[in-house]
């Protein structure tokens, strides 16, 4: 991901206090629609949509217009405005939505602004010049503006001195659809073994976030898309923290690889994956049958 100024970028200077109104606006949205229940609409076998999903997403399209005439929306729920403008906003309205649809309380608003001078080649990234992620119910908002720092309601915010892997509190994430094929059950094994532990609370976005304000100290996952980490990535980079992919190349929006950390873990973290990746030092695990057994021995009183 590209990090240095573009030249000409011209931003309004209200523009943090205008965008971070929008976000709380559709945070409370997202309240109303979790304290009521919302209809929930299936999709391939466990991907969630919602109401809640739609409509908030159409509140903040309508908003950004009014707001930033000139901007171009890039959102989660397929709304595709302006894409020709010098600025433009990749928006997730609710990411988490499979635990928002289960009453699972960890869930977010994303709001990430890429700058993209007419220069700029179509297959390039331009320079995220701001991002939001607002946590409505607890009421969080993170905020970062290119080369102005990262805040979490208003302070500075720094990714965690974490210098050690296995002191190191990490995340991840699943597709809720095809886990099948995903190989990421085998990293997850490995990383656990090797960290302080992983999580998985289904927000790539405030997983980000709390990267940034040193709640977690590393994030990986593939297959995201940029409106789940146009925000996280910029709040990450402003605080200090480093993101690639899992060989270390320079993150794009259009990533099949994210991984993010406080910057400090991230050459162990890199030098992990190299390892699972060709197949070396690698720690098993007893299979389900092994276990069995196992238990069965220890049942008759045979030790191990």
Excluded at 59 to 72: D, K, M, Q, S
Excluded at 146 to 172: C, F, P, W, Y
Excluded at 224 to 229: H, I, S, Y
Aim: charged share 25%; net charge negative; aromatic share 8%.
């Amino acid at each position: 991901m590209t990090h240095t100024p573009a030249s000409g970028a011209t931003l309004d200077p209200a523009l943090m206090v205008k965008a971070s109104e929008i976000a709380r606006e559709a945070g409370a949205r997202l309240r109303e629609f979790y304290a009521q229940g919302v209809e929930t609409e299936y999709k391939g076998d466990v991907d969630l949509v919602t109401v809640a999903d739609r409509a908030v997403e159409k509140l903040i399209r309508t908003r950004l217009g009014e707001v930033f005439p000139a901007h171009g929306i890039y959102g989660e729920e397929g709304t595709r405005e302006r894409m020709e403008g010098e600025f433009r906003w990749y928006v997730d309205p609710l990411d988490g939505t499979t635990n928002f649809a289960h009453g699972f309380p960890q869930f977010c608003v994303s709001m990430g602004l890429e700058h993209r001078p007419a220069s700029l080649k179509p297959e390039q990234d331009g320079t995220l010049a701001a991002g939001i992620v607002y946590d409505p119910l607890r009421d969080e908002l993170f905020t970062a503006e290119h080369g102005g720092g990262a805040q979490l309601n208003g302070k500075t915010i720094h990714v965690s001195r974490r210098r050690d892997l296995a002191e190191s509190l990490l995340a991840t994430g699943f597709p809720s659809r095809k886990r099948h094929s995903s190989p990421n059950i085998h990293f997850y094994q490995e990383f656990t073994l090797r960290s302080h532990g992983v999580r998985r609370a289904g927000s790539a976005a405030l997983d980000l976030a709390y990267i940034a304000c040193g709640r977690l100290d590393g994030f990986w996952e593939f297959n995201l898309n940029p409106w789940d980490t146009a925000a996280g990535i910029l709040l990450i980079a402003e605080a200090g923290g480093r993101i690639t992919d899992f060989e270390g190349r320079p993150f794009r929006l259009d990533s099949r690889e994210t991984l993010a950390s406080n910057g400090l873990i991230h050459d162990e973290l890199i030098a992990l994956f190299r390892d699972m990746l060709a197949g070396r030092n690698l720690a098993p695990i007893p299979t389900p049958q092994e276990y069995a057994a196992r238990r069965e021995r220890k049942g008759l009183g045979i030790r191990d």
